[in-house]
T-cell receptor, first 114, second 114 residues
Framework: SQTIHQWPATLVQPVGSPLSLECTVE??????LYWYRQAAGRGLQLLFY??????ISSEVPQNLSASRPQDRQFILSSKKLLLSDSGFYLC?????????????FGSGTRLTVV | AQSVTQLGSHVSVSEGALVLLRCNYS??????LFWYVQYPNQGLQLLLK??????LVKGINGFEAEFKKSETSFHLTKPSAHMSDAAEYFC????????????FGQGTTLQVKP
């Protein structure tokens, strides 16, 4: 069966420090991968999506970047965190081209920038 | 462009009462619609999905939703609320493309009072 792992679960980082959040998927090949951010009272904002290794699309300009070094690995990074980067980050995957399926989400990372 | 509007950011019901969470969509093509639930500090879990097979869709935990094309709505209901239903609920519409991006509404927080 397919599973998605996201870590760490919580993270407190000082302003200006780097960030690396990792997401891995098991039990499937060539998934579409997504990074969402959920800020208080602002719903879910799609940050990045990827349809294949090395293929990254950015939805909004920001202080973050994403990479997909392997088929089932998706990494969210920042060189210097801002206070506004605080939020709940969710990774998700779906089967490419299968519109009838929804997403499967990871358990999320609570990031607090202090 | 496709979009989703959830009417009411907070809904409060008594235990045993009817739950109604409203969702309206905008789409130029037949949509795929989804409802997700999020418990505190967790990822999103799929409740149910509409994929044009039937207008009344039954999901997990006793929830159901009815697709009404004439009203462009996909409201979520449950006949009798349980304390464990307290969570945040998201309606989403899927873009028919290779990326399969889901567009989420702003979410509705359901409070269940004893």
């Amino acid at each position: 069966s397919q599973t998605i792992h996201q870590w760490p679960a919580t993270l407190v980082q000082p302003v200006g420090s780097p960030l690396s959040l990792e997401c891995t998927v098991e039990g499937t090949s060539n998934p579409n991968l997504y990074w969402y951010r959920q800020a208080a009272g602002r719903g879910l904002q799609l940050l990045f999506y990827s349809v294949g290794i090395g293929q990254i699309s950015s939805e909004v300009p920001q202080n973050l970047s994403a990479s997909r070094p392997q088929d089932r690995q998706f990494i969210l990074s920042s060189k210097k965190l801002l206070l506004s980067d605080s939020g709940f980050y969710l990774c998700a995957w779906s089967v490419g081209g299968h519109l009838l399926q929804g997403y499967t989400f990871g358990s999320g990372t609570r990031l607090t920038v202090v | 462009a496709q979009s989703v509007t959830q009417l009411g950011s907070h809904v409060s019901v008594s235990e045993g009462a009817l739950v109604l969470l409203r969702c309206n969509y905008s789409s130029s093509v037949p949509p795929y619609l989804f409802w997700y639930v999020q418990y505190p500090n967790q990822g999103l879990q799929l409740l149910l999905k509409y994929t044009s097979a039937a207008t009344l869709v039954k999901g997990i935990n006793g929830f159901e939703a009815e697709f009404k094309k004439s009203e462009t709505s996909f409201h979520l209901t449950k006949p009798s609320a349980h304390m464990s239903d307290a969570a945040e609920y998201f309606c989403a519409v899927r873009i028919p493309s290779n990326t399969g991006k889901l567009i989420f509404g702003q979410g509705t927080t359901l409070q269940v009072k004893p």
